[in-house]
T-cell receptor, first 108, second 113 residues
Framework: KNEVEQSPQNLTAQEGEFITINCSYS?????LHWLQQHPGGGIVSLFM???GKKKHGRLIATINIQEKHSSLHITASHPRDSAVYIC??????????FGAGTRLTVKP | NAGVTQTPKFRVLKTGQSMTLLCAQD?????MYWYRQDPGMGLRLIHY???????AKGEVPDGYNVSRLKKQNFLLGLESAAPSQTSVYFC????????????FGDGTRLSIL
């Protein structure tokens, strides 16, 4: 049983398009994390949110605690946004469960 | 700032060999984690530490051991490597608990032949 499900698995977009990546989870949480994994493999934390919406540049993350769902949006997508986007939720004290990731490719 | 540094970046081992992966952080973080990442799967927690001298098992601890003798270092050991341990290993650290942003190392790609 996967505690965290992401969709889509793969996403290809044209430069400038609006992107939405979805994350659903099955456990009660205090916060949800969105991460970005670069083509070279490095992972960076984008957002941590427990309610509502957060915005950083062209990236927007939203969460609905009641529906156990979060979305990551990218406005005016650019080829440099090409990466794997991962959502994760805390699980059993110090553990964490990660989604399998959404591979985004933005074509010029 | 260096952040989280993992060494080595690549390694090829033969079945049965042993090795140690080193994770070092310079942010004075209390919590440190070791994950493995396999194709088509999310990151999975191997072991973690909530402070110097403490370690605990994560989701997939079998075949691995860890030590946190110094606050800044978290070592992951494979005593007798198996092909199933071929993976990319990531170390991460946080200032506090799971409600803090995680800082990741660049990963170690390990192949067991």
């Amino acid at each position: 049983k996967n505690e965290v499900e992401q969709s889509p698995q793969n996403l290809t977009a044209q430069e400038g398009e609006f992107i939405t990546i979805n994350c659903s989870y099955s456990v009660g949480i205090s916060a949800l994390h969105w991460l970005q994994q670069h083509p070279g493999g490095g992972i960076v934390s984008l957002f941590m949110l427990s309610s509502g919406k957060k915005k950083h540049g062209r990236l927007i993350a939203t969460i609905n605690i009641q529906e156990k769902h979060s979305s990551l949006h990218i406005t005016a997508s650019h080829p440099r946004d090409s990466a794997v986007y991962i959502c994760a939720v805390p699980y059993n004290n110090n553990d964490m469960r990660f989604g399998a990731g959404t591979r985004l490719t933005v074509k010029p | 700032n260096a952040g989280v540094t993992q060494t080595p970046k690549f390694r090829v081992l033969k079945t049965g060999q042993s090795m140690t992966l080193l994770c070092a952080q310079d942010m004075n973080h209390e919590y440190m984690y070791w994950y493995r990442q396999d194709p088509g799967m999310g990151l999975r927690l191997i072991h973690y530490s909530v402070g110097e001298g403490t370690t605990a098992k994560g989701e997939v601890p079998d075949g691995y051991n860890v030590s946190r003798l110094k606050k800044q270092n978290f070592l992951l050991g494979l005593e007798s490597a198996a092909p199933s341990q071929t993976s990319v290993y990531f170390c991460a650290s946080t200032r506090g608990d799971r409600n803090q942003p995680q800082h990741f190392g660049d990963g170690t790609r390990l192949s067991i032949l």
